[in-house]
């Protein structure tokens, strides 16, 4: 066992760990930054709705770590196991510690699917796929050239899942794809959400039921996937009544696209640091841990309650950052964060719905003269071209810029509701 000491440490190396690295390197080019993360790939996860869709590959999305980190940066390829806050230490699971002055804690959440029966033994066959791992989106596309008719099933588990529109993005990419083949009339497609209501912020909700019936697909909320039966076909769903109370019911299907159940990393769940629901306890402005004030958390594995996007991690990592330096200089925390979030919600092969909100779903638009609820070709352009190039070359090396977002912009538009 090693021991060794950083001035600050952080734990993850995907969207919110490289950017903060760099963030701060950027800002503070002599202090001693440790970045703690096993994987030697970095994927851009919000490009995979669309290579499930057909209009992206997954080489696209991936890049080499090495590639993204500032050389300066003490990279070491393992994995955090336990935290021992009141040393200010974390143990890797190769038994070495890392001191450190300051934590990052933002090593992302973990994907359920076991909490699904059978979903391991059939994913990536019998039609059926899920845009949520890398392993397995390439077969989404797959499933969706092949399929000419039938039962497309796609699924949403309980919040709070990487964002929450993806279920439904993919929905819509894959009927279009059936319209434009002329065989969407021969399908039942069926939205199959844990949830009582189509999209969690009412204002973009209405318009995507538009969406919805524009399509002929049929919903069914308070549906929760519990169990999967690959060879035959069968999706066994919990059913909650307005009374709560429960049945489980069956569906056949011939497609289904699961998105799976998620929560904290279990390394998180069960460390110090985690609240009562197993997220990294952090306060929804500061970004500070409220009980440890030289540990800061962001990114899908924190407790804050806004949408878990790169978008979100964007208006994050300036907080955390300053922050911490801020801490350095002996100055007290800023209240930097407003919960603010975007979802691009691909609506067509051409077409996407730009959703940004903050706290409390309050609609944030960036751009105050056009009406958020539209289906707009304009960001399918951001959502494949400008958004990937904006994040590994302005976010993740480290830049800043920051496009103003405010209640204010969308007035006008919510009065018309």
């Known amino acids: 066992m090693t021991q060794q000491h950083s001035t600050v440490l952080i734990i993850g190396g995907g969207a919110a760990g490289v950017s903060v690295a760099n963030n701060m390197r950027r800002q503070n080019p002599t202090i001693g930054i440790t970045l703690v993360e096993p994987s030697e790939t970095h994927y851009y996860q919000p490009g995979f709705t669309i290579v499930g869709g057909g209009a992206y590959t997954l080489a696209q999305t991936q890049r080499k770590e090495a590639d993204l980190l500032h050389p300066s940066v003490n990279w070491l390829k393992d994995y955090a196991d336990t ?19 300051y934590l990052v804690v933002c090593p992302g959440l973990q994907l359920d699917w076991h909490k699904i029966d059978g979903l391991r033994e059939t994913l990536g066959k019998n039609q ?17 050239q092949n399929i000419q008719s039938g039962t497309a099933l796609f699924t949403q588990p309980p919040m709070p899942i990487k964002c929450a529109g993806a279920p439904q993005k993919i929905m819509y990419l894959a009927a279009d794809r059936f319209r434009k083949k002329g065989i969407l009339d021969k399908f039942a497609i069926e939205f199959c959400n844990a949830g009582p209501v189509l999209f969690g912020v009412p204002f973009f909700a209405k318009a995507l039921a538009k969406v919805v019936a524009d399509y002929g ?31 489980r019911v ?17 390394f998180i769940k069960q460390s110090p640091l985690a609240n009562a629901a197993g997220w990294v306890d952090i306060n929804d402005k500061t970004m500070q841990h409220n009980r440890y004030p030289n540990i800061f958390g962001l990114g899908d594995a924190g407790s804050t309650a806004n949408a878990k996007t790169a978008a979100a991690v964007r208006k994050q990592v300036p907080v955390v950052v300053d922050n911490i330096l801020g801490l350095i200089d002996n100055k007290s925390v800023i209240e930097g964060y407003d919960g603010y979030g975007s979802c691009p919600l691909t609506t067509s092969l051409n077409t996407v719905m730009l959703a940004e909100f903050s706290y409390a779903g309050k609609v944030t638009p960036s751009f105050p003269w056009l009406d958020p609820r539209a289906n707009r070709s304009i960001w399918w352009w951001g959502k ?27 007035k006008r538009f919510v009065s018309q509701e």
């Open 83 to 101: 935290f021992q806050p009141e040393a200010n230490t974390v143990t890797l699971r190769s038994g070495d510690v890392i001191a450190y002055d």
């Open 128 to 144: 059926v796929c899920s845009n949520y791992s890398p392993e397995t989106v390439e077969y989404t596309w797959e499933c969706i």
């Open 217 to 247: 697909i049929s919903t069914a909320f308070n549906h929760n996937l519990v169990a999967i039966d690959g060879d035959a076909k069968l999706a066994t769903f919990e059913v909650t009544d307005s009374d709560g109370n429960k049945e």
């Open 250 to 266: 069956t569906k056949a299907f011939d497609m289904i696209h699961v998105t799976p159940p998620q929560s904290a990393p279990d």
């Open 384 to 410: 494949t071209t400008g958004f990937p190039w904006l994040y590994w070359h302005i976010m993740i090396k480290g830049y800043r810029i920051d496009i103003p977002h405010l209640e204010s912009y969308a």
